[in-house]
Structure formats: structure tokens, C-alpha cells
Antibody, heavy 120, light 108 residues
């Protein structure tokens, strides 16, 4: 059973760069799409983007200018960078894996989520 | 971008009752790439339904999904105590993938 675990700083100051890593265990990072999704406190879910194990990416246009998702197959992990953060980026950040290697696939596998707070 | 609108915002029901949740898209969701998730406080979302009507692994048959095009429905035939949660629809047919704003199913 694949397991995902997010890690990274929980507190950032405005204008800093958010950097999170998702470590994958119980399965290979190869042959799947890997997503980042976030959820502001008390609000709904927002898809940030995904990466294929080959490095191909697709980002939400609302965040595209500030987002980079990368993959390290040797470490079986993938990462999220979000630049120039503001208080509006305060959220629980989830990593997730698609159900198959298909571009169009739902998300049955999620990490537990990590809260990132942006505050001066 | 496909905007998904869920209704109602909150559904107040008793255990044993039937729950009907709606998800409406502002344009057609291609190939019924529509999923439903359940989220409980402090937990990650859990996939219930994909492809509009297929149950995910381990999901009880009291959960069912239907619909196509722009109108989709999640039905819980008889609510169990553990079903009181927030439910989100998501489309994964057109980039960017988008979620509805959620429907909270609460105990009446």
C-alpha cells in the first residue's frame, strides 16, 4: 500500500519561498502522476498542479507564475516550491498520487497534509 | 476553467436517511471524469467515486454516483454515523482540475 508523507517548514514570512517534499513509500514513484493540493483553514480544496515521473508538469494557471513541482526518482520523492508567499497561501498542503498512469485519473492516495502558515 | 457548484451547502439529516448531493458544472465534464471525495475534520480527503459512477476500492455500496455532462449526483442510501462529513466533487477532465466548494452533511 503506497504511503505519502509531506515535510517542510510550517511557518514562513511574507515574500519567502515555500518548499515542501513528499516522500513516497510502499511503491515506486515511476509510472504515475503526482499532485499537490492545498486547503486554506476552514475552506475548500485547490489543485496546485501535478508532475509525471518523467518530469512533465501541469500547473493551475492561478499559481503557475509562482509554482515549481519537481521529482527525484532516485529518492522516490517529489517537491513543491511556491515563491513570494503571502498570508493567502496559508493552508494545509497535501501531496497525492493518481490511481493510474493515465493523465486523467482520480486521487485515491493522499498524504496526511502539512499546515503551512505565512505570518510576519 | 470548469467551475463546479455543489448544493446544498449544508444537509441536515438523521442516521438512516437518504442523502442526495448535487454537483453542477458550468461546462461539460469530458468523459465523465468526475470524482467525489469525503473529508472528515483533520483528515485528508478520501476518494469515494470516480468516473461519475464507479466506487473506489473499499467503499460501501450505500454510496453511489450518477450523472453526465454538467449534472452529477452523489447518493448515500442510508446514512451511517460515520458518513457525517464534508463531500467534494472534482473534475479531472479539463486542466486545471477543479473542486466544488463542498457540501457538509451534518446530524439533524
Amino acid at each position: 500500500q503506497v504511503q505519502l508523507q509531506e515535510s517542510g517548514p510550517g511557518l514562513l514570512k511574507p515574500s519567502e519561498t515555500l518548499s515542501l517534499t513528499c516522500s513516497v513509500s510502499g511503491g515506486s514513484i515511476s509510472s504515475y502522476y503526482w499532485s499537490w493540493i492545498r486547503q486554506p483553514p476552514g475552506k475548500g480544496l485547490e489543485w496546485i498542479g501535478f508532475i509525471y515521473y518523467t518530469g512533465s508538469t501541469n500547473y493551475n494557471p492561478s499559481l503557475e507564475s509562482r509554482v515549481t513541482i519537481s521529482v527525484d526518482t532516485s529518492k522516490n520523492q517529489f517537491s513543491l516550491k511556491l515563491t513570494s508567499v503571502t498570508a493567502a497561501d496559508t493552508a494545509v498542503y497535501y501531496c497525492a498520487r493518481a490511481s493510474s498512469g493515465s493523465y486523467h485519473a482520480p486521487l485515491p492516495h493522499w498524504g496526511q497534509g502539512t499546515l503551512v502558515t505565512v505570518s510576519s | 476553467e470548469i467551475v463546479l457548484t455543489q448544493s446544498p451547502g449544508t444537509l441536515s439529516l438523521s442516521p438512516g436517511e437518504r442523502a442526495t448531493l448535487s454537483c453542477r458544472a458550468n461546462q461539460s465534464v469530458s468523459s465523465s471524469y468526475l470524482a467525489w471525495y469525503q473529508q472528515k475534520p483533520g483528515q485528508a480527503p478520501r476518494l469515494l467515486i470516480y468516473g461519475a459512477s464507479s466506487r473506489a476500492t473499499g467503499i460501501p455500496d450505500r454510496f453511489s454516483g450518477s450523472g453526465s455532462g454538467t449534472d452529477f449526483t452523489l447518493t448515500i442510501s442510508r446514512l451511517e454515523p460515520e458518513d457525517f462529513a464534508v463531500y467534494y466533487c472534482q473534475q479531472y477532465g479539463s486542466s486545471p482540475w477543479t473542486f466544488g466548494q463542498g457540501t457538509k452533511v451534518e446530524i439533524k
